[in-house]
T-cell receptor
Framework: GENVEQHPSTLSVQEGDSAVIKCTYSDSASNYFPWYKQELGKRPQLIID?????GEKKDQRIAVTLNKTAKHFSLHITETQPEDSAVYFCAVPSGYALNFGKGTSLLVTP | KAGVTQTPRYLIKTRGQQVTLSCSPI?????VSWYQQTPGQGLQFLFEYFSETQRNKGNFPGRFSGRQFSNSRSEMNVSTLELGDSALYLC??????????????FGPGTRLLVL
């Protein structure tokens, strides 16, 4: 199956700073790359996704960049706020399954 | 539209018992996937159903099984429970019949504790 590596596993930033999380994958046929946010005790929720026909997608303070040649994609959060504190997962499809990275625990301190 | 719902939300069982978890997808969604989430292994794919057919299965033992009904509701069953089966079981639904290359919406999960 698809191998998805996610780094870092934990990330601590001060409020207002930027945060970057990176995922690498192995299957060059993949062309859909979602990011999910999971707050403590809650369900994973899609926050942004990108398809391989574009290199970058933005939604307010969140952006995702994709490098298909190098087989990696990254989540960028600017002007972080305490409510951004959560676990973030990248995912890559493989057939009918989503293969998830191990997650990044982001802590934003005031 | 109502979101994905799962019942029960919490469950305590003992080793050797079996358990059945239920998932109701978003209305109109026909694909239902199940995932196991543990602190050590993260989110792992169990299986996916569409039109009452299992199309994909993850690397889990045969004790894990599932099914989907004609109204797209799905159940998963774990027999002969082991301590290591303690986890959060999440289901997710999506609209189309294609691959996983579309948005999947997660339910709140069922937290299973095996004693």
């Amino acid at each position: 199956g698809e191998n998805v590596e996610q780094h870092p596993s934990t990330l601590s930033v001060q409020e207002g700073d930027s945060a970057v999380i990176k995922c690498t994958y192995s299957d060059s046929a993949s062309n859909y790359f979602p990011w999910y946010k999971q707050e403590l005790g809650k369900r994973p929720q899609l926050i942004i996704d990108i398809r391989s026909n574009v290199g970058e997608k933005k939604d307010q303070r969140i952006a995702v960049t994709l490098n298909k040649t190098a087989k990696h994609f990254s989540l960028h959060i600017t002007e972080t706020q305490p409510e951004d504190s959560a676990v973030y997962f990248c995912a890559v499809p493989s057939g009918y399954a989503l293969n998830f990275g191990k997650g990044t625990s982001l802590l934003v301190t005031p | 539209k109502a979101g994905v719902t799962q019942t029960p939300r919490y469950l305590i069982k003992t080793r050797g018992q079996q358990v059945t978890l239920s998932c109701s997808p978003i209305s109109g969604h026909r694909s239902v996937s199940w995932y196991q989430q543990t602190p050590g292994q993260g989110l792992q794919f169990l299986f996916e159903y569409f039109s009452e057919t299992q199309r994909n299965k993850g690397n889990f033992p045969g004790r894990f099984s599932g099914r989907q009904f004609s109204n797209s509701r799905s159940e998963m069953n774990v027999s002969t429970l082991e301590l290591g089966d303690s986890a959060l079981y999440l289901c997710a639904s999506s609209l189309r019949a294609g691959t996983a290359q579309e948005t999947q919406y997660f339910g709140p999960g069922t937290r299973l504790l095996v004693l």
